[in-house]
C-alpha cells in the first residue's frame, strides 16, 4: 500500500471516528409508555374429558392383572354403550407394583398392585353423569379428572388476545392522560403465555394446570348444568395477555 491511499484511509477512520458523539447526540430514544393488557373469555364447554383408573392386588400377579383386564374391558366397552368413538378413548398409563409393609422384625409383602388409566372423551356432555356412574359400576375405582372443554378454543382464543389489545391502549391511553401525555402508535408488541385454564387433577404419571388473572371478562354462553343433572359444568376461562409499547406524542 503506498503513502496517498494510507493516507486517505487514516483520514476516513478520522472522519467517521470525530463524526461518532455527533451522530449519537443526533439519535433520540423514543419516549414510551409500556403497558399490560389482559382479557378473559369465559366459555360454555362442549365436550369432556373423563380419566377413571382401575386398581387390583393380590399376591399372585396372575390374578391381580386378570381380575385388572377383566374390569378395565368392561369399562372400555362403554365406549359402544355411549357411542363414543374409538379414537376418543385411550388406555393412558399402566402400571405394576409389588408392595411391602416394613416393620421392626421383618419385611412383608402385601402383593402385586396393578393400576390402568383410561381417558373417554365425551362429545355429548348430556351423558357425562350417565357415563360416570357406568365406569364405577364396571369397575373403575379411582376418578383422576373430569376435564371440560371447548372445540372452539381458537376461535376464543383470538377474540382473548383482540379484547387484551384493547385493553392495553385503554390502559395506555388513562395514564397517559394522568400525566398531561397522548399515546402514539405503537413501537412494540409481546405476547406473553396464557391460554385456557383447568385445574387438571392428579393422577397416575399426573398433569397439572395454571391460570392467570385478566382485566377484560367476556362471557359466551351461560348454561352452566344439565337439566335434572346433579352436575355443574360451569364455564371454561380462556386467557390472552400482551404487553404493549407506545410512544408518547
Same mark, same amino acid.
Given at each position: 500500500m503506498n503513502r496517498s491511499v494510507s493516507r486517505s484511509v487514516l483520514a476516513f477512520l478520522l472522519v467517521v471516528v470525530f463524526a461518532l458523539p455527533a451522530w449519537a447526540e443526533d439519535r433520540h430514544e423514543p419516549r414510551l409508555i409500556t403497558?399490560?393488557?389482559?382479557?378473559?373469555?369465559?366459555?360454555?364447554?362442549?365436550?369432556?374429558?373423563?380419566t377413571v383408573g382401575v386398581e387390583t392386588w393380590n399376591k399372585d400377579l396372575g390374578v391381580a392383572k386378570a381380575q385388572n383386564d377383566e374390569r378395565v374391558r368392561t369399562v372400555l366397552a362403554l365406549a359402544k354403550e355411549f357411542r363414543i368413538e374409538q379414537k376418543h378413548v385411550q388406555t393412558d398409563h399402566i402400571s405394576?407394583?409389588?408392595?411391602?409393609?416394613?416393620n421392626y422384625e421383618r419385611?412383608?409383602?402385601?402383593?402385586?398392585?396393578?393400576?390402568k388409566t383410561i381417558v373417554f372423551t365425551l362429545k355429548d356432555i348430556s351423558k357425562f353423569e350417565a357415563l360416570l356412574s357406568r365406569t364405577l359400576e364396571a369397575g &373403575?375405582?379411582? $376418578?383422576?379428572?373430569?376435564?371440560?372443554?371447548?372445540?372452539?378454543?381458537?376461535k376464543h382464543?383470538?377474540?382473548?388476545?383482540?379484547? &387484551?389489545?384493547?385493553?392495553?391502549?385503554?390502559k395506555?391511553?388513562?395514564?397517559?392522560?394522568?400525566?398531561?401525555?397522548?399515546?402514539?402508535?405503537?413501537?412494540?408488541?409481546?405476547?406473553?403465555?396464557a391460554g385456557w385454564w383447568y385445574p387438571y387433577n392428579t393422577w397416575w404419571?399426573?398433569?397439572?394446570?395454571?391460570?392467570?388473572?385478566?382485566?377484560?371478562?367476556?362471557?359466551?354462553?351461560?348454561?352452566?348444568?344439565? $337439566?335434572g343433572s346433579s352436575i355443574a359444568l360451569g364455564q371454561i376461562?380462556?386467557?390472552?395477555?400482551?404487553?404493549v409499547s407506545f410512544e408518547l406524542k
Open positions: 403497558v399490560t393488557g389482559d382479557a378473559e373469555v369465559k366459555v360454555a364447554p362442549d365436550e369432556v374429558i373423563l405394576i407394583e409389588p408392595r411391602y409393609r416394613d419385611r412383608k409383602f402385601i402383593g402385586y398392585f396393578v393400576r &373403575a375405582n379411582y $376418578v383422576h379428572g373430569i376435564q371440560f372443554r371447548t372445540t372452539e378454543l381458537r382464543r383470538d377474540e382473548a388476545r383482540a379484547l &387484551a389489545i384493547r385493553a392495553a391502549r385503554e395506555a391511553n388513562d395514564l397517559a392522560k394522568e400525566l398531561g401525555q397522548k399515546v402514539g402508535k405503537p413501537y412494540s408488541v409481546r405476547e406473553d403465555r404419571g399426573g398433569r397439572s394446570g395454571g391460570w392467570m388473572a385478566q382485566n377484560v371478562v367476556q362471557d359466551y354462553g351461560l348454561t352452566s348444568s344439565v $337439566v376461562n380462556v386467557n390472552a395477555k400482551v404487553t
